[in-house]
C-alpha cells in the first residue's frame, strides 16, 4: 500500500504541472512507478509502443529481473505459478518482440488472463494472435489434458466452481450448498 500511495503522490504534481492546452504539440510520456500500471501512456491518453535496451548485459539483466518478478507475484496464484514457471523457462531466449508480446501478456487483467487460459472464455482476437499467449495456453491445456478427465471439468463459458450451488438429497444432508 505504501509503494501505491508513493507512486500515486509523485504523480500528481507532474500531472498538474503538465497543461496540454497551453502547449498541445508537446506530449510527455508517463510510466508509474506502481507494478500494475506498468504500460506507457502520453498525456493525451494515447498508449506509447515499449522500447528496450538490449545492449548492455546489465540492461538485460533488470529486465529480465523485472519481467520474472511481474510473471511470479501477480497476487493470482494460478497464475503466479504457471505464468512464473513459462516465463523463468523462456525469457532468456527471447528476443526483443518475444519481450513486447510477453510484456503484452503480463498487462493482461488476472481474472481475464485466467479464463482465456482455461477456455472458459474465448479470447479477444488481439490477444489469441500473440505467440506468448498461445504458447501459454498450449502448456494449461496440455496440464489440463493430461493431469484431469474433460467431463469433469465444466464446459466453456462455464464457471469452475462447483460444490457450493449443488442440491444435494439426503436424510443429513443441507438442502443447498456444501457445507
Known amino acids: 500500500m505504501a509503494s501505491f ?5 509523485s504523480t500528481i504534481p507532474r500531472i498538474f504541472s503538465s497543461n496540454p492546452a497551453s502547449n498541445p504539440a508537446s506530449h510527455a510520456i508517463y510510466r508509474p ?20 535496451d538490449l545492449s548492455s548485459e ?12 511481474r510473471s511470479k507475484q501477480r497476487g493470482f496464484l494460478e497464475l503466479d505459478l504457471i505464468l512464473g514457471k ?4 523462456h525469457i532468456y531466449s527471447m528476443d526483443e518482440s518475444g519481450i513486447k508480446h510477453l510484456v503484452y501478456v503480463l498487462d493482461l487483467e488476472n481474472p481475464d488472463l485466467w479464463k482465456w487460459l482455461t477456455d472458459q472464455e474465448k479470447p479477444p482476437e488481439t ?3 500473440n505467440p506468448v499467449f498461445v504458447a501459454l495456453r498450449e502448456k ?8 484431469s478427465a ?17 442440491f444435494k438429497k439426503g436424510q443429513d444432508a443441507p438442502i443447498t450448498g456444501n457445507q
Open 5 to 9: 500511495r508513493r507512486a500515486f503522490l
Open 127 to 129: 490477444v489469441n494472435v
Open 86 to 89: 513459462w516465463v523463468e523457462d
Open 140 to 147: 494449461v491445456m496440455n496440464n489440463l489434458n493430461n493431469h
Open 150 to 166: 474433460p467431463e469433469t471439468r465444466a464446459a466453456p463459458g462455464q464457471p469452475w466452481t462447483r460444490g457450493w450451488d449443488d
Open 58 to 69: 546489465e540492461s538485460k539483466r533488470r529486465l529480465f529481473n523485472s519481467l520474472l518478478y
Open 33 to 52: 512507478v506502481s507494478g500494475p500500471f506498468s504500460r506507457f501512456y502520453s498525456s493525451n491518453g494515447t498508449e506509447k509502443s515499449i522500447d528496450f
